[in-house]
């Protein structure tokens, strides 16, 4: 992979960690580094035989990302604004649709686009020491990375609307209990953790998760019966892929699957 400015990869057993690496800014998100995570995406995406699942950190035990940069937006004018919201909104909507899972783990503040960004993640893992906000109607503004749809479809209306008009910051626990986080660890195991579920989710079929990640993301956009034709759809794209044979061959069989995600050979 290129080296990065803002961003240190690692990658391992088909598991990238990506750390956002600008601790002195608590990781906020200024316009260069949403450039930045944009190429990075860009560059991962494209890795599928050697990346299957990836996992997104902050750098340092204080912020996963304490939100966009208020000094650069505090001279926008509203078309610059605009420009602003789409580049990250870009950025969220690349990471959403990913070919690979991706797990947030949250280790630290996670305010504005920060809590934006993990919303944008398939699955939040947060540590006891983290926190969440959307505080933007305190600074004249409201979230513009999608944070009012993300939360809203997350969280429900009545949780998204509470949490941006009053600006509360909530933490790990109230997140995990209204489900805008999936689990709470002590932070010397958030790591450990997150990493832990990204390989057991790189161990399953590459093909199954992506088209997995589809019909869940696709799909709940659609009325019950528009996605449950989609699902149906691309479960059939299954039986074309020889992670199906493998491991149904497997089963049957007693062994072990060993999945490659390759498409199986035209008859």
Do not use: H, W
């Not at 299957?52 to 940069?69: H, L, M, N, P, Q």
């Not at 503004?141 to 009012?148: E, M, N, Y």
């Not at 109230?174 to 999936?182: F, P, S, T």
């Amino acid at each position: 992979m290129k080296e990065y400015k803002y961003f240190l990869i690692d990658i391992a057993d088909y598991v990238a960690t990506v750390t956002i690496n600008n601790p002195k800014a608590l990781n906020a998100l200024s316009s260069p580094v949403v450039e930045e995570m944009i190429s990075v995406i860009e560059e991962l995406s494209a890795m599928t035989d050697e990346v299957r699942c990836v996992v997104i950190t902050g750098a340092g035990e204080k912020s996963f990302v304490a939100g966009a940069d208020i000094k650069e937006m505090y001279e926008m004018d509203p078309a610059q604004g605009k420009a602003y919201g789409i580049l990250g909104s870009k950025a969220f909507q690349m990471i959403e649709n990913m070919p690979q899972p991706v797990i947030a783990a949250v280790n630290g503040f996670a305010l504005g686009g920060g809590c934006e960004l993990a919303m944008a993640c398939d699955i939040r893992i947060a540590a006891d020491t983290a926190s969440f906000a959307q505080p933007e109607c305190g600074l004249g503004i409201i979230p513009g990375f999608a944070g009012t749809q993300r939360m809203a479809r997350l969280c429900g209306k009545g949780f998204a609307k509470m949490m941006i008009y009053t600006c509360n910051r909530i933490k790990a626990d109230e997140a995990l209990a209204v489900g805008l986080v999936q689990k709470v660890v002590p932070l010397e195991e958030l790591l450990p953790t997150a990493k832990k579920m990204a390989s057991k989710i790189a161990s399953n079929s590459p093909n199954a998760v992506k088209l997995a990640k589809s019909a869940i993301n696709q799909g709940y956009e659609m009325d019950f019966v528009s996605g449950n034709l989609y699902e149906s759809n691309l479960f059939g794209l299954c039986f074309a892929n020889s992670d199906q044979v493998e491991g149904m061959g497997a089963f049957v069989n007693k062994g072990k699957a060993t999945f490659t995600g390759k498409p199986l050979p035209k008859k």
